[in-house]
T-cell receptor, first 114, second 112 residues
């Protein structure tokens, strides 16, 4: 089965610009998550979708971040306008069930804001 | 709240050396515990997991035992290889939700 795929793998943008990251979860996985790792620190939770609904968005840092999952398939994470502190690696993950099942992660998108 | 603390790196070892990466956690209830690994240029991969106290997770020669009394889940391998060079993340997940919490990651470099 195809794994979680993320696009682009790298993005370099200037402060104030907009960037949209995309995540395609494993087919059939209702649960989709966004995480990010900033400056070599811990990987932090951003939000959790169950199908097209936002189950938990408590980790979203501010209103410059907007995540969508129309139709409950792929998801996008838009940063507008980007700031320097948004630089990091953004991971997407999916899982079939809530509970003990591990999350399946994509390769991440490395975002650099200059 | 729930959190994970793992030993800071980087860790540099010679091939065939013994590896321990410490991980302790703070959580309400009884979380499931995981070790993920990120090889250069790749995404996070599940390495092993344990879902209850005294469980031992193992994979590729790595082991970790869920110790409730010490709230720890230390990662060990008896003889590391160059191919084990990667960043290792300890993580927990509470039952009934998928709010997975990660440690800061430990970069391991194994030299021939």
């Amino acid at each position: 089965e195809a794994g979680v795929t993320q696009f682009p793998s790298h993005s370099v943008i200037e402060k104030g610009q907009t960037v949209t990251l995309r995540c395609d979860p494993i087919s059939g996985h209702d649960n989709l998550y966004w995480y990010r790792r900033v400056m070599g620190k811990e990987i932090k939770f951003l939000l959790h979708f169950v199908k097209e609904s936002k189950q938990d968005e408590s980790g979203m840092p501010n209103n410059r971040f907007l995540a969508e999952r129309t139709g409950g398939t792929y998801s996008t994470l838009k940063v507008q306008p980007a700031e320097l502190e948004d630089s990091g690696v953004y991971f997407c993950a999916s899982s079939q069930e809530i509970g003990d099942s591990p999350l399946h992660f994509g390769n991440g998108t490395r975002l650099t804001v200059t | 709240g729930n959190s994970v603390t793992q030993m800071e790196g980087p860790v540099t070892l010679s091939e065939e050396a013994f590896l321990t990466i410490n991980c302790t956690y703070t959580a309400t209830g009884y979380p499931s515990l995981f070790w993920y690994v990120q090889y250069p240029g790749e995404g996070l991969q599940l390495l092993l997991k344990a879902t209850k106290a005294d469980d031992k997770g193992s994979n590729k020669g790595f082991e970790a035992t869920y110790r409730k009394e010490t709230t720890s889940f230390h990662l060990e391998k008896g003889s590391v290889q160059v191919s084990d060079s990667a960043v290792y993340f300890c993580a927990l997940i509470r039952r009934n939700n998928n709010d997975m919490r990660f440690g800061a990651g430990t970069r391991l470099t194994v030299k021939p």
